[in-house]
T-cell receptor, first 116, second 113 residues
Framework: NAGVTQTPKFQVLKTGQSMTLQCAQD?????MYWYRQDPGMGLRLIYY???????DKGEVPNGYNVSRLNKREFSLRLESAAPSQTSVYFC???????????????FGNGTRLTVT | KNQVEQSPQSLIILEGKNCTLQ??????????LRWYKQDTGRGPVSLTI?????NTKSNGRYTATLDADTKQSSLHITASQLSDSASYIC????????????FGKGTKLSVKP
């Protein structure tokens, strides 16, 4: 039972390059999320998908796009990477969206991205 | 403004000792509060959830408390083990229309032999 799987684990980009972070979950969860974690800050929501076919902006969406490919997969794209996007990115999933109550988030192990 | 403040920022204790981590919040309206454990290089994992009506809940050596009147929660770890070394994150869910989650910055706990 893999849970939430993120690829790649590490990535170094040059300013202006693009890349897609991949996320897949095998728990049949309805909702999926992308967070970023920076030193000295709490996790911040970038985008989320409450259910298959829907996506919404979170707290810090600028510079990112997402695709909910199917119920299992939710990808995050950086079209033109900037040094400010250097961070650890976590994908998470939950049975129900946060608006619906107390389902815990299940996190992947993160992608460590450095933009030079 | 909805905020979650955790203290201390970091803590070092000896193996076998107890410790208590604090979480104060200003989130309103309040729905629930969850504690997560994040090992180095891994994603956070849920330890326990506290709802408005719950004062104390235990999960093995972890005991969480909630005082909804003072908007404070604590996580007490008993007889610490080396494997307890991690960051502990307090997350409060707002009962507003969007059900937003507000994350604390975490407390980094180091347990030394």
């Amino acid at each position: 039972n893999a849970g939430v799987t993120q690829t790649p684990k590490f990535q170094v980009l040059k300013t202006g390059q693009s890349m897609t972070l991949q996320c897949a979950q095998d728990m049949n969860h309805n909702s999926m999320y992308w967070y970023r974690q920076d030193p000295g800050m709490g996790l911040r929501l970038i985008y989320y998908s409450a259910s298959e076919g829907t996506t919404d902006k979170g707290e810090v969406p600028n510079g990112y796009n997402v695709s909910r490919l199917n119920k299992r997969e939710f990808s995050l794209r950086l079209e033109s990477a900037a040094p400010s996007q250097t961070s650890v990115y976590f994908c998470a999933s939950s049975v129900l969206p946060t608006v619906a109550g107390g389902s815990p988030l299940h996190f992947g192990n993160g992608t460590r991205l450095t933009v030079t | 403004k909805n905020q979650v403040e955790q203290s201390p920022q970091s803590l070092i204790i000896l193996e076998g000792k107890n410790c208590t981590l604090q979480c104060n919040y200003t989130v309103s309206p309040f729905s629930n509060l969850r504690w997560y454990k994040q090992d180095t290089g891994r994603g956070p994992v849920s330890l326990t959830i506290m709802t408005f009506s719950e004062n104390t809940k235990s999960n093995g050596r972890y005991t969480a408390t909630l005082d909804a009147d003072t908007k404070q929660s604590s996580l007490h770890i008993t007889a610490s083990q080396l494997s307890d070394s991690a960051s502990y994150i307090c997350v409060v869910r707002s009962a507003g229309s969007q059900g937003n989650l507000i994350f604390g910055k975490g407390t980094k706990l180091s347990v030394k032999p």
